[in-house]
C-alpha cells in the first residue's frame, strides 16, 4: 500500500487508466461532502461492497477516509482478498478540501450534475406542478408516468400517476399511450429522473408532447398539492406484437444515430477473461425478469436506476459497461445516457432469454462463524457475556435487543469491550455482523459468537426488542445521511434545499469535472436513416 496526495489523485482521475477511487467512510460522513468522482464502500461493509463494485483485483484502487486512519485498515483488509494495485489518499477528505477541491454534499451527485445539463442542453420541456394538476382537473387526454423503480412508487405518488420505470418506458409505451396527440408528463421525486425520462422519449424520436414534471413530487407539494402514499404499482404491460415492431424499428434508428456500439457474445467472453482491464456485466431489465434468468455473472442493474445512480453499481472509472436485455430498446437508451455520462459502455447483440440461468446466489455471511440463537442469548447475557449490535444507526434506533450496545465497524475500539469475556454480536445486516465478528476475533477477543435472526425471531424467543429514537445520537451515527432527509415527508423546506442543491451543482463543478460529459443535442431520429420497413413503423407511430 502506498499513499498518494490529494493533488497526485486528482490528475489520476483524468490520465486515461481505469481508476476506482472509493470513500471507505460511512454513509452519512459522505454524504456531508465528498469529492465529485468518488464513489461510497462504507468500512461497515467493505469486503461485500468492494467486491461487486471493483470486481477486477488489479484495478488501481485509492481510498478515502476523514483522515482518521480507517483507510489505511481497509487497504490491509482489501489486500486480504488480493487486490494488489491499492494506494490511501493522504489525510482524507480534510487534505482534499484543503488542497483546494470541491467537496460535494448528497449522493449521485454525477448523475444528478448530468441530468441538469441535459435539461440545458436538450431543451426538455417541463410543466410545473400547478399546469399538471390543472390538465388532470380538466380531464385533458394525459398521461402521468412515474419513472422511479416500483418500491419508490409505492412510497409516494402523483395523482393519476403510473409507474414505469424509465428504462421502460422506450419498451412499454405503444402499451401506455395509444393516440399520437396524448400528453406525456414523467415524474420522479425530484429531477432528474423526470428530465431524462421524458428527453428518452423524445430523442427516440415519440412526437407525442412530452414533458418533465419540473421538480417532481416536491414540487407538487410546494404547490400545496397532495400526494398519494402507499399506492400498489401496477404491472408493467407486456407490449404486444405491433408495439414490439414499432421499438425493433426505433432501436434500429437509434443505434445508428447515436453510434451506439454491439458487441458479440465471443467478444463479452474474451473481456471476461483479461486481467489488466475491468468488464461490468449489467442486466438492464425488471427485476421479475431478472429473477427469471440472466446471463451467468451479470448484475442486476435496472436501466433507469444505472442512469440514475452509476456509482451504486461502477466502483472503477473508464472500465467497460456490457449491458444486456432481450435485443428490445432499454439496453440501447441506458447505454446512450452511459456514454454522454462519460462510460464506456456497450450493447451485447444478444436476447438474454436465450442464454439465461437462475441468478448466482449472494454469499453465505454466516459460514464458518460461532453462531447462537436467539434462545440462548438471555443465558449468555447472564453469564457475563458482552451483547452488541452491528445494524445500521437507523435500525437500530427502531429495534435492538435491550441492552445491546450500538457498534458501528469504525468505532468498536471506543466500545471499552472486555477482551476476556464473550461477546455476542447481533444485527439486521448480516456482512455487517460477519465483519465486526471477524475484527474483534482480530482484535484478541478469545470467544466471539454472532446470533442468527432479526427483530422478529428476537421477539419471538421471548427477548426484550426495544426502540431508542435518540439513541445513537445524530453526531453518533454517521452512517444515516441527514442531509434533507425528510425532503419526503412533507418538510418542506427541506424540499427546498434540496432542489436548490440539486440546481446548483453545476456551478460547483471544475472543469475537469464538467470535461467528462457529452454536451449539446442528441441526434433526432426522425431525421436519420432509418428506410424500408423502420422508416414505415416509424412514421405509423408518428
Known sequence: MSELSPQEVKAALSDGKEIAFLDVREHGQYGEGHPFFVVNCPFSRLEAETRRLVPNLSARTVLLDDG???AARAAQKL???GYANLFVLTGGAPAWEAAGYGLFKGVNVPSKAYGEMVESD???PSVAAEELDEMIRSGEDLVVLDGRGPDEFAKMNIPTARSCPNAELGLRIGELVQKPDTRIVINCAGRTRSIIGAQTLRSLGLTNP???LRNGSQGWQLAGLKLQYGSEPLPLPEPGARTLADVAARR??????NDLPLVSRAQLDGWLRE????TYLLDVRSAEEFQRGTLRGAQHAPGGQLVQATDQWVGVRGARIVLVDNRDIRAATTAFWLRRMGHDAVILDLDVRELAEPPQAGPDWTKGLSMV?????????KAGAQLIDA???????QAHIDGAAWAIRPRLSTLGLDTARTVIVAGQDPAARRFVAEDLTEAGFADVRVLDGGPDDWKRAGLPVVATPDVPDDDEMIDFLFFVHDRHDGVLESARQYLAWEKGLIARMDEQEKSVFVRGPAPDITQEAASGEAAQTLQKAR
Open 122 to 124: 436538450m431543451g426538455t
Open 252 to 257: 434500429s434508428a437509434f443505434l445508428a444515430a
Open 373 to 381: 440463537s436467539p434462545q440462548h442469548v438471555a443465558g449468555a447475557v
Open 210 to 212: 412530452v414533458h418533465a
Open 391 to 397: 445494524s445500521k444507526g437507523r435500525a437500530y434506533r
Open 68 to 70: 482518521d486512519g480507517v
Open 275 to 278: 486481467t489488466d482491464r475491468t
Open 79 to 81: 489486500a486480504r482478498l
